[in-house]
């Protein structure tokens, strides 16, 4: 009831609140289920994710993170899937609606042809990445239920290997600050967004209330290539492990100068977003952040971080603010990576799904098929 009720509100359909079901209210006009016959069946619904604490990044704050979760469904078994969309990068649930309707995936009538499934999608229309996801994830965490394996087991990986998540502490008030400390004390890396003038004194707040290593993201804030090594050297000394994004995107030159003479490893996020974007990175960064909502999903995920490995250059793995369903789909790959950051969950009130757990810090993964979660709320 909870999930119909958020529907409601979020799409402004109060008229149909008596309706049974789900796929009554897609069948009272919206036209989102696509079914014929025996081929793939695509569902998706509005879910507005609410956020514990307001959320500041260098250039802008929220309360709230658009999402819209999907499902699929082939002969009885349903995979699900999501699309977050933080309002930078673009996206909204009228994209995801405009994206998810012209598919038809109906035409398809074995799951397993991923690979021809996911071209498809992909060729559709440029751009729509986190629509793309949404998709990607469903599928996987279909096929991996047919096959009745986990896609890090499928993938080959160990699961001892998960590296810890680190826990993002927001920009906000050396009181607030603290109190986000005092939370996060299970993780053992802490996550700190910096690129504002305030940076020092951020970054003393958390040293006042914990030693635990950190990493910072700057998400371009800074500007000058001198400030930034020195700030790099200072941080250093902090106990900070690596700088994700410190410079804009665009200053390429400037950050290969950075990476080179950088004491610690600088890890592209904004300059990285899908396959062909890992062999540029190579020699400006020293790693880079695979986030899916970014890359389409799963399988171009997958491709990303073997190329990365293959350029001996470092991964992480990370997240937008999303549910345990995509938290888990990343979660996949994550035995494979040096660093993961999969706390976007954690950050939001309305997790309609129960997937990986974080147990003393480490990326947990458990012998479930698919991405392995499961509904806490009736949402398909
Ligand atoms: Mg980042």
């Not at 008596?18 to 879910?47: D, M």
Request: proline share 5%.
């Amino acid at each position: 009831m909870n999930t119909r009720r958020n529907f409601i509100r979020t799409t402004g359909l109060t008229a149909l609140a008596g309706f049974s079901g789900i796929e009554t209210l897609f069948a009272a006009g919206r036209k989102q289920v696509k079914k014929s016959g025996k081929g793939l069946v695509l569902r998706f619904i509005p879910y507005d994710l609410q956020l514990r604490h307001t959320f500041t990044l260098a250039n802008s704050s929220r309360k709230n993170t658009p999402d819209v979760l999907t499902s699929l469904e082939f002969e009885g078994v349903t995979g699900y899937g999501e699309a977050s969309m933080p309002p930078y990068l673009g996206e909204s649930v009228d994209s995801v609606t405009r994206f998810l309707s012209s598919l038809n995936l109906s035409q398809f009538n074995d799951p397993f042809q991923m690979d021809k499934i996911l071209q498809y999608v992909d060729s559709v229309m440029p751009g729509y990445c986190a629509e793309k996801a949404a998709v990607d994830i469903a599928l996987h965490d279909l096929v991996g239920k047919l096959m009745g394996q986990p896609w890090y087991k499928i993938w080959g990986f160990d699961p001892a290997d998960a590296p810890n998540t680190s826990f993002t502490i927001g920009i906000d008030t050396p009181e607030v600050v603290r109190q986000k400390v005092a939370e996060a004390a299970p993780y053992k890396i802490l996550k700190v967004k910096l690129g504002q003038k305030t940076d020092r004194e951020m970054v003393e707040t958390i040293r006042s209330a914990t030693n635990a290593p950190l990493c910072v993201d700057v998400n371009q804030g800074w500007t000058d290539r001198q400030m930034a090594l020195d700030m790099i050297h200072w941080l250093k000394e902090k106990g900070v492990v690596f700088v994700e994004q410190p410079m804009p995107k665009t200053a390429i030159d400037d950050m290969a100068w950075l990476t080179e003479n950088s004491p610690l490893p600088t890890v592209g996020d904004e300059s990285v977003q899908r396959l062909p974007d890992v062999g540029k990175a190579k020699g400006v960064y020293s790693g880079i952040n695979i986030k899916l909502m970014k890359c389409t999903g799963m399988r171009e995920a997958h491709q990303m971080l073997t190329l990365a490995r293959s350029l001996n250059m470092k991964v992480m793995i990370g997240c937008m603010t999303e549910t345990s369903c995509a938290i888990s789909a990343a979660a996949q790959l994550s035995p494979k990576c040096d660093w993961a950051d999969l706390d976007g969950n954690l950050l939001i009130s309305n997790d309609p799904y129960s997937g990986i757990q974080v147990v003393d810090g480490k990326v947990t993964l458990i012998d479930k098929p698919g991405i392995g979660i499961h509904n806490l709320q009736t949402i398909f």
